[in-house]
């Protein structure tokens, strides 16, 4: 990242622990300086944590933890980034809502789908399910509360990805970084105001609450 930072002078790095609410507020203070008085038309929160364990084995740290990262993180970027995101569907005309005009795209998976139980035999990740699971609601109460402003909210399921997180437990992902970043920045393109609130996945398909 910082490599194609010093490539590309319209890349800015901002430094964020999500986990620490102070670290978020100077964050988006960052950002809004940067903007120079723009608004702040899409924020990905896509920062996330998985703990292996099993449904005996699951910690109240571990929980608090993923929970933490997972789920309470997404809620306050939302609060502290509002602000520039508001400005921004205010400065763009008509009343659609799109990810170039203002959007909040949360990064969810399908293991936290409560119809699905994806994987449950591979790795109960019980603090990571629910972690998602709640963070879907989260979604839901994002995109009914910021609809009056023109933002548009929506969870996104990336696939089973060839990341750390993904090939961890000694299983390799069957989906590259290239594949999933490439679907998802098609589905975002794509994205109005009838997808807010919605949870699809990386090739815009409807993914099961």
Wanted: proline share 4%.
């Amino acid at each position: 990242l910082q490599k194609l930072a010093s490539k590309h002078p319209n890349l800015v790095i901002v430094p964020l622990e999500v986990t620490d609410p102070a670290s978020i507020k100077a964050a988006a203070a960052s950002v809004g300086e940067r903007l120079k008085g723009s608004g702040l038309n899409l924020l990905i929160n896509n920062a996330g944590i998985a703990q292996i364990s099993s449904l005996d084995t699951e910690t109240l740290d571990d929980m608090l933890q993923v929970y933490t990262t997972n789920t309470i993180a997404p809620l306050l970027l939302g609060q502290a980034f509002l602000p520039l995101l508001k400005k921004a569907a205010q400065g763009s005309p008509g009343s659609g809502m799109s990810c170039s005009k203002a959007a909040i795209v949360n990064m969810s998976s399908i293991v936290g789908s409560i119809k699905e139980m994806y994987l449950w035999e591979a790795a109960h990740c019980v603090a990571y399910r629910c972690s998602k699971a709640a963070q879907n609601m989260l979604t839901r109460c994002q995109s009914m509360g910021y609809r009056e402003h023109g933002i548009l909210c929506v969870g996104l399921h990336p696939g089973w990805v060839q990341t750390d997180m993904g090939n961890a437990a000694g299983y390799t992902a069957p989906l590259t970084v290239d594949a999933s970043v490439g679907g998802m920045l098609k589905v975002l393109s794509n994205l109005s105001e009838k997808d807010s609130g919605a949870f699809l996945d990386w090739e815009g398909n409807t993914v099961a609450w």
